[in-house]
């Protein structure tokens, strides 16, 4: 069966540091691969996804960049995170157009 | 653009009633719609989803209605438990080929015992 791993599940950061979440999905190959954020109380934003490897996919300008260096691992990074960038973020694959997405735990970010 | 909205923050109701979750939706173009239910501090979970070439899909006590008249989804959950209370999402695959979601702000469902 397929699973999907997303780690840290809290992380606590400084103003300016840098950012790597690791996203690695099992059990699946090529899938499509997407971090979303999510603000309190608020729904998900799509942040990048991927369709392959080195195919990433941006959603909206932002501080943060990601990037798929194999077929089932997703990373999102940042070189100097700022105080926006606090959040919930969430790591997504699904096996092609229209079906379901399969949601990994979560990351809370916060910048401090 | 594309945008998912749903009509009701928040949704309080007595457990053992049914509970109707709404969401409008603004693509004419998608079809493939989906609900997430999210418990506190989780990922989404995958609930029930529909395609476009349906009206009603039945699930273990869930049922997806779609009407693509006035571009609305709803979500009944049957004898609604307090296991249910969490925040409910709608989706919708959008006009893309890449398979990414868009999803609505989401309902809080409160259950009272």
């Known amino acids: 069966s397929q699973t999907i791993h997303q780690w840290p599940a809290t992380l606590v950061q400084p103003v300016g540091s840098p950012l790597s979440l690791e996203c690695t999905v099992e059990?699946?190959?090529?899938?499509?691969l997407y971090w979303y954020r999510q603000a309190a109380g608020r729904g998900l934003q799509l942040l990048f996804y991927?369709?392959?490897?080195?195919?990433i996919s941006s959603e909206v300008p932002q501080n943060l960049s990601a990037s798929r260096p194999q077929d089932r691992q997703f990373i999102l990074s940042s070189k100097k995170l700022l105080l926006s960038d606090s959040g919930f973020y969430l790591c997504a694959w699904s096996g092609n157009r229209d079906t379901e997405a399969f949601f990994g735990q979560g990351t809370r970010l916060t910048v401090v | 653009g594309e945008s998912v909205g749903l009509h009701l923050p928040t949704l309080s109701v007595q457990e053992g009633d049914n509970s109707i979750i709404n969401c409008a939706y603004s693509?004419?173009?998608?079809?493939?719609f989906i609900w997430y239910k999210q418990e506190s501090g989780k990922g989404p979970q995958f609930i029930i989803d529909i395609r476009s070439n349906m009206d009603k899909r039945q699930g273990q006590r869930v049922t997806v209605l779609l009407n693509k008249t006035v571009k609305h989804l709803s979500l009944q959950i049957a004898a609604t438990q307090p296991g249910d209370s969490a925040v409910y999402f709608c989706a919708e695959s959008g006009s893309s080929n890449t398979g990414k979601l868009i999803f609505g702000q989401g309902t809080t469902l409160q259950v009272k015992p």
């Open positions: 693509n004419s173009a998608s079809d493939y």
């Open positions: 991927s369709v392959g490897i080195g195919q």
């Open positions: 059990g699946t190959s090529n899938p499509n």
